[in-house]
């Protein structure tokens, strides 16, 4: 299994040499040359599989220079009911990843029973294995460099803090967060995490880390890395729990599910994608988007249209404010036909005048590819999670609710549809408690987490100010 960049000006790479790296060195982002293929018979003899037997499964696809028994080491110590028993009352933590159903055809894939209550930790917690292991091979160290919207930043923390060889500088845009979600990121007070509030939206931060990353020169010589969905391993993890969905929802290898999934930066949705590919039954991918609804615009009308911070609203689902999808270009590559000068020719366009729109034949490739997509406002998630909560008892967060609301305008009749979680909650209480009047249940161990003291830096949005800071803190200064 090899990996090529998405425009084509790198040397094809084994899984082992990408995990660390994020960015290729052309700006793109790396892709197997060709997608494993799981036919009908693997999928009916991965039923029974427990989720970490699965991901090894899965994983060993993709990572061939990998000897199989230390993908399962990493794996069966990863994919564990400690680890992953921090969700709903009732729910079942041996299935790592389990689907409750609200209605016969219709269920929510729980997703955040990790560490950080959030869908994050399904791959993030696996990657910080992967990293320590290939580290230690390798003789190296890594300072990963990230940006967050709200949930990648304490899911990548809570898996790299304390892990040998890693230092990690996360970047958050100031006052864009939950309570909730601040606290946990800024309160961890390890000498391997660092984070640093960035003043502006989440694409100002998440353009710092891609102009460090494009600094080929400073990115060799500080050892700099990517969580971010960039990162390759990390959306090979999210493939898993797709399949894992559809074996718990289907009794037969030839029943197509629909999936719809909230999305922001394109990454848990691509995934989704990426498992079709692969050969996963799925009639639909369902892109929900809040009110900063670009890639609603897009699948309506092949226009891909970004926006700066000024116009990239602050929501009530703010994990999803983001206007600028660094995944999109993965799935373009594809609607391309794999065409690398294509991809160069649309995001210089992107660059220069903010937009692209698809010729002809493309367009009829992204129609063609199952995916819809529909957008919700803050009136909506109330709505939503007030009625999900009186009709079945089921608290949602508001980025799951964006999902719901999606699923109910854009499912197929008789078609079985799962809307993936996007974290519980207890992250956002100020809107569960608008919705239906109560602030939700905080699980056990995170009680008093927003009095902790916190520790984080605010500076403006400027990569070289970043670059500066970031290689002083692998040497000890006051922060």
């Known amino acids: 299994m090899q990996y090529v960049s998405t425009r084509g000006g790198v040397p094809a790479a084994s899984y082992s040499e990408i995990v660390l790296q994020g960015l290729a060195r052309d700006g793109g982002l790396f892709v197997p040359r060709v997608y494993p293929q799981v036919s009908k018979e693997t999928l009916k003899n991965w039923r029974g599989l427990s989720y970490a037997q699965l991901a090894t499964a899965v994983t060993s696809l993709f990572a061939k220079d990998m000897q199989r028994s230390d993908i399962a080491r990493l794996c069966e110590t990863t994919y564990t009911p400690e680890v992953y028993c921090h969700g709903r009352e009732g729910t079942d933590f041996k299935k790592i990843a389990p689907v409750v159903w609200l209605e016969k055809d219709f269920g929510i894939l729980e997703l955040s029973n990790g ?146 999934v909230p999305s922001g930066n394109f990454g848990d949705v691509l995934a989704g994608w990426i498992a079709k590919q692969m050969g996963l039954p799925v009639a639909r991918l369902i ?63 992107l660059s220069r005048k903010k937009e692209f729109l698809l010729n002809a034949e493309e367009w009829a490739a992204v129609k063609a590819s199952g995916f819809t997509a529909a957008r919700s406002t803050h009136a909506d998630r109330l709505a939503c999670i007030k009625r999900v909560w009186d009709q079945y008892g089921f608290l949602v967060d508001p980025h799951t609710a964006d999902g719901i609301n999606a699923a109910m305008k854009e499912r197929i009749p008789g078609v079985k549809t799962i809307c993936l979680e996007t974290a519980l909650p207890a992250k956002f209480a100020s809107t569960i408690k608008e919705a239906v009047g109560f602030e939700p249940p905080v699980p056990a161990g995170y009680e008093g987490l927003l009095d902790k003291p916190q520790k984080v830096l605010e500076m403006p949005a400027d990569a070289q100010l970043v670059k500066t800071f970031s290689p002083s803190m692998t040497s000890g200064n006051k922060f």
């Open 115 to 260: 560490p950080t209550l959030a869908f994050k930790d399904m791959a993030m917690q696996y990657l910080g294995s992967l990293f320590e292991f290939v580290l230690a091979r390798k003789e190296t160290r890594l300072n990963i460099l990230g940006a967050t919207s709200g949930d990648t930043g304490s899911a990548a923390e809570y898996a790299m803090k304390g892990r040998e060889g890693i230092q990690v500088f996360m970047l958050s845009p100031a006052g864009r967060m939950s309570k909730f979600q601040k606290a946990q990121m800024y309160s961890l007070q390890d000498k391997n995490i660092f984070n640093i509030a960035v003043q502006g939206s989440f694409d100002d931060a998440q353009d710092i880390v891609k102009a460090v990353s494009g600094d080929l020169t400073f990115k060799t010589e500080h050892h700099i890395g990517a969580v971010n969905s960039i990162n390759w391993a990390r959306i090979a993890a999210q493939v898993i729990y797709y399949f894992s969905a559809w074996l718990q929802a289907t009794e037969s290898e030839d029943e197509e599910v629909t999936f719809s």
């Open 287 to 349: 892109v929900a988007t809040n009110e900063n609804d670009v890639l609603y615009e897009f699948f309506r009308s092949g226009r891909y249209r970004i926006r700066d911070s000024a116009h990239t609203f602050v929501t009530s689902s703010p994990s999803m404010d983001i206007s600028k999808a660094s995944n999109f270009e993965r799935y373009i590559y594809d609607i391309t036909g794999r065409n690398p000068e294509r991809v160069v020719e649309l995001w210089t366009e």
